[in-house]
Structures are given as structure tokens and as C-alpha cells.
């Protein structure tokens, strides 16, 4: 073979080597684009399904949220108008009535924590719920938390013992939050220990392992609360998703005590929120122990001066000296003080009722006439000469009724037993506070739910009080400065305009600026709700902790604030003319 032949060759061999290689490489690149598109397909179906999810879950939340309004509007109705009738507020009724009442109030309540549950358990799956930590006072927190259960505890005549270690001062940590847990672990001992059982509470700091699902929130030591029952203990079953939501539902001991199980899933998730972690164990010979560590931050405040679980702004509930030396007397006014709302001391005697005032100055005393060593017209003497206690009103409820007596000594009404509860509701008007012109203080509802006005204006009617009403915001706003009502009381959701906006309007009014606002809604509150109230209004009050003493004492509140900012000051007198 010549070699120009096989250079001929080879240079053919080459180039069908280098086609090959090139259709190779070429079918390389199409794979590789074909791979890239497929996934960059992926990928963005990916991304739509991630917005999608977003979006259903931002839905949801919408849903529930706006769920949760629709629903607590009419439950707070149905327990408002209840619970006027059970307490005889429309008249006395018979003791198989207000058995009845008691559980459609009962009912409607468990079915607005239910909603509330949601709603939470909605927020934190979401990532949009936020803890409000604050400086608390922590005795304090688990003495409200306990006697909000003593009247389930004893209708069950259950024992309740507390091992709290002592001094153990204020915390940095989320009362409210706290308090919730504490209020779902203890009535489920309740609701799970058996009549005449036992349930316990023990609180103490404590050094145990950091906790891995809190990175970032590691502690040195722990707040421990544990909460045991003698009920029939937690099943093997349910112990590895007893958190989880709607575990219980298929129980039929959950069946027969009632429940959702929403409860424990939002204890564990509330828990861990605050850097802690709860765990469920049987109790040999007994029932279920629920315990909840939280890390341990100290409050900066001295102790004794933390706040509670309660709302920041808790009204000052108003305190009645009951002068009485009859026993049955005296719990009966107690009973009706405290369906007002009114904290209730109270003295045997004369003697003792100048001792109690001396340190504890009351709003209003009720006084009866005949009482061992100093009768009641000497007392009411006494305490009208005290500058102190002079200005507190003195309502006599005695057999011996001398209104003549008892106005000139200046008691400010005088009540002959027995006495109808009506008219000791009218006697109480003398806690409320009159306008500088003399007549009764007017309220102006603002809410768009005709059945909320029906029910506020019925407690209202109870006292001295002129109501006025607006279906909407611009009406309300209307209202407003053409009335100068001395408290507004304002729902938050309202079509066209909503009490968000009615607040922002009235404060940059200066004719309405001054006006006390109290905000009655089923709404629950995000933090950027409460920034933009913040420092605008008195007090917000959700539908679901309304009653008829509440709501009374956080008007009367409300209007003695406005009587004192709106008072003139005193001028001072001019100086000496010059000699």
C-alpha cells in the first residue's frame, strides 16, 4: 500500500472515529439538556406546589381565623343572655332552670376554648404565632391557675395538695402562655380522676439534661411543673402519639369524659415554643403524672413585684366592707356582691370594720344597723368624721330602715330586709359616677352584631347608665362627636370600617381623643393587633372571658378614669398684691 493510500485511510478512519465520537458527545448534551429540563420542570412544579401548600395553609389560618369570629360571635350571645338568666338578672328562676342554664353555659364555653384551640394550634403551624414574654410573678401565676379549677374540683369533691418550693421569685417567660398549659393539664386531672380522688400540683427549679429541640434556648436549670391524678392512667396504646392532635378522639375513655384531644397536642407545642418540653407517665399505684420543664430566666424585678397571668391592664375590681354580724346575712350579700364583680370583705362588728378599713380602704360598705357593742347608726357617724373614708358610699341593709336617719347621717341608700335583688342593683349605682352636669354617664356601643348590643345594653341597664348605639364604624365616629359619650365600647370586626380604624380616627380627633375605648371581640389578637392598640385604648376584653361583672367593673373602671383626667385641676391662688 503506497502511502498516500494510507494516509488516505487513516485520515478516513480519523474523521468517521471523530463523527462518532462527535454523535456521541452530541447525544451526551441532548441527554443532559433533556435531564436539566426535567428537573428545572421539577423544580418549578416544586415551587407550585410549595405555593400552592402556602397558600392553602395561609387559607386555612384565614379560615379558621375568620371562623373563629363567625362562630364566637353568637356562642358569646348564647352565653351572655344564659347567664343573665341563670342569675337572675330577668327574674328569679327555679333551681332546675338554672341547673339548665349552668350547662348551656358550661357547653358554649367548652365550645369557644375549642374554637380557641384551633385557632392556636392553626398559628403555630403556620409559623405566625409569637410568645409576649414578660417579667411574672410565678406564686401568683399558680395560685389563679389552681383557683380557676377549685369549683370542678369540688363538684367532684376531689382533694388538691400543692408542693411549691419556696421563694421561687419572678420569671422572664410568657404568663399567658404559661397559664393556658397549667389550665389544660390541670383539668384534665380533673376530668380524668374519679369522685373523692386526688390531684396535686408541684412547682420547683430544677438541673437536668439540655433540651435537644430547643437550640439556642439552652438553660443551666428549669422550671418544673408536675401535675398527677389518681385516675386510670395514660394506655400503652396512646403514649407514643398522646401529643399529637386528635389522638384521644378514638379512646373510649375520652369518649365517656369528654374531650377532642387538642389539648395535650397544644401543651407539647406551646412547650417547646418557650425553649421546654412536657412528659407523660403512670404513676405506680396511682394514676398519670404530666410534667413541663421551661428554662429558667430570671426576672430582673424584685420579688413580689412580677406580674401575674393576668392581662396586664386587670381591672381594679372594687372592694365592698360588709358590716353584718349574721352569718347567713352575710354570704347572701356576698353571693350578690360577687355576681357584680365585687370583692367582699367582711367585719362582725363595728370594731372590726374600722380595723379592716384602716389598711384596706373599700369602695363602697354595706352596713346593718343592729350589731354587737357599737350599733350601725354609730359606725356610719364614725366613718363619715374619718376624712379618709368619708367619701366612701354606705348603703344600710337592716330590718330597721329610718331613710330619714340614715341620709342625714349620709348613708348613700338605705335598704329594708328583705330586700329584692333589683333593688340592691339599683342601691349599687352608687359606685358609678355621675357627669359634671348631673346626669348618668352615657356608654356608646359600637358593634355591628345587633344581638352583642342587645346583650350590653341589658347589663347596662342594671345601672345608672345612658346607652347609645352604632351599627358600624362612620356611625360610631358620628356619634361620638356629636355626643362625647364618657366610654366607647367597640367591637374590632366590622364591615366597611373596622374598629382598628374607628380607634386610629378617634384619637386623632381632638373632640373625641379623651373618650376612654374599651374593645369587646372574638377576635384573638396578633402582636401587630396589640402594637397598633397599644397606648390607644383602656382595655381589651375578649368575648370569651365576658360576663356581666366584668364587663360592669371594666365600665366602672373606665369611667372613673375619665372623671379623674377630666377633673379640673386646682388652681393655685394668686400671689400677695405687693404693700
Known amino acids: 500500500m503506497t502511502p498516500s493510500r494510507l494516509k488516505r485511510l487513516l485520515q478516513s478512519w480519523i474523521c468517521e472515529d471523530l463523527e462518532q465520537h462527535n454523535a456521541g458527545l452530541q447525544r451526551e448534551i441532548a441527554a443532559r439538556a433533556e435531564a436539566e429540563r426535567a428537573l428545572s420542570e421539577a423544580y418549578e412544579a416544586a415551587g407550585r406546589k410549595n405555593a400552592e401548600l402556602e397558600n392553602a395553609n395561609r387559607h386555612k389560618t384565614q379560615f379558621l381565623a375568620t371562623m373563629s369570629h363567625e362562630l364566637k360571635t353568637p356562642l358569646n350571645a348564647i352565653i351572655g343572655f344564659s347567664e343573665m338568666l341563670r342569675d337572675g338578672l330577668d327574674g328569679e328562676v327555679s333551681p332546675r332552670q338554672k341547673d339548665h342554664l349552668d350547662e348551656i353555659c358550661q357547653a358554649g364555653s367548652q365550645l369557644s376554648a375549642l374554637v380557641d384551640d384551633l385557632l392556636d394550634l392553626s398559628h403555630i403551624e403556620a409559623g405566625r404565632f409569637a410568645l409576649a414574654p414578660e417579667d411574672c410573678d410565678l406564686a401568683l401565676l399558680l395560685d389563679e391557675s ?8 369540688a363538684a367532684k369533691h376531689l382533694t388538691f395538695t400543692a408542693e411549691i418550693a419556696p421563694a421561687l421569685g419572678n420569671l422572664r417567660l410568657d404568663p399567658r402562655r404559661l397559664s393556658q398549659i397549667l389550665a389544660k393539664l390541670l383539668a384534665n386531672a380533673v376530668k380524668f380522676t374519679p369522685e373523692g380522688g386526688a390531684v396535686s400540683l408541684r412547682a420547683r427549679r430544677t438541673v437536668r439534661p439540655p433540651l435537644p429541640q430547643a ?14 391524678d389518681n385516675g386510670p392512667g395514660i394506655a400503652p396504646e396512646l403514649r407514643e402519639r398522646l401529643f399529637e392532635p386528635f389522638a384521644l378522639l378514638n379512646g373510649s375513655l375520652t369518649r365517656a369524659q369528654g374531650g377532642t384531644g387538642l389539648g395535650l397536642a397544644l401543651v407539647w407545642r406551646l412547650a417547646a415554643l418557650m425553649g421546654g418540653t412536657v412528659a407523660a407517665e403512670n404513676v405506680p399505684g396511682a394514676g398519670a403524672r404530666f410534667t413541663l420543664w421551661l428554662p429558667w ?37 356576698r353571693a350578690q356582691l360577687a355576681a357584680e364583680g365585687i370583692e367582699v370583705l367582711r367585719a362582725r362588728s363595728a370594731e372590726d370594720a374600722l380595723r379592716l378599713a384602716a389598711g384596706r380602704r373599700p369602695d363602697l360598705f354595706t352596713l346593718d344597723i343592729l350589731l354587737p357593742g357599737m350599733d350601725g ?39 329594708q330586709k328583705p330586700y329584692s335583688r333589683r333593688e340592691l342593683k339599683q ?8 357627669r359634671a352636669d348631673g346626669g348618668p354617664p352615657a ?26 348605639s352604632a351599627p358600624g364604624g362612620a356611625e360610631g365616629l358620628a356619634l361620638a362627636r356629636a ?34 375605648v374599651l374593645i369587646v371581640t372574638a377576635k384573638i389578637l396578633t402582636d401587630e393587633d396589640r402594637r397598633s392598640l397599644n397606648g390607644h385604648v383602656l382595655r381589651v376584653m375578649e368575648k370569651a372571658e365576658f360576663n356581666h361583672g366584668r364587663f360592669i367593673n371594666e365600665v366602672r373602671r373606665a369611667l372613673r378614669r375619665r372623671i379623674t383626667d377630666t377633673a379640673p385641676c386646682p388652681t393655685e391662688a394668686p400671689p400677695p398684691a405687693a404693700s
Open 146 to 153: 389552681v383557683a380557676r379549677q377549685r369549683a370542678a374540683m
Open 215 to 228: 437550640p439556642g434556648q439552652e438553660a443551666a436549670e428549669y422550671l418544673e411543673l408536675a401535675v398527677a
Open 297 to 333: 430566666h430570671s426576672s430582673p424585678l424584685p420579688f413580689g413585684e412580677g406580674r401575674s397571668g393576668m392581662d396586664k391592664a386587670a381591672p381594679a375590681v372594687p372592694l365592698a366592707l360588709v358590716v353584718e354580724d349574721d352569718d347567713l346575712a352575710a354570704e347572701l350579700i
Open 377 to 415: 347608726w354609730e359606725l356610719l357617724e364614725r366613718l363619715k368624721q374619718d376624712e379618709r373614708l368619708a367619701g366612701v358610699p354606705v348603703v344600710i341593709l337592716s330590718i330597721i330602715a329610718d331613710s330619714g336617719k340614715g341620709m342625714s347621717l349620709g348613708a348613700a341608700k338605705v335598704l
Open 427 to 434: 342601691a349599687l349605682s352608687v359606685l358609678d359616677f355621675a
Open 443 to 468: 356608654v356608646l356601643l359600637v358593634d355591628d352584631d345587633p344581638r352583642a348590643v342587645e346583650l350590653f345594653t341589658a347589663h347596662l341597664a342594671q345601672g345608672n347608665y345612658r346607652v347609645l
Open 483 to 516: 355626643e362625647r359619650p364618657d366610654l366607647i365600647v367597640l367591637d374590632l370586626m366590622m364591615p366597611e370600617m373596622s374598629g382598628f380604624e374607628v380607634v386610629e380616627r378617634l384619637k386623632e380627633d381632638p373632640a373625641t381623643a379623651a373618650i376612654p
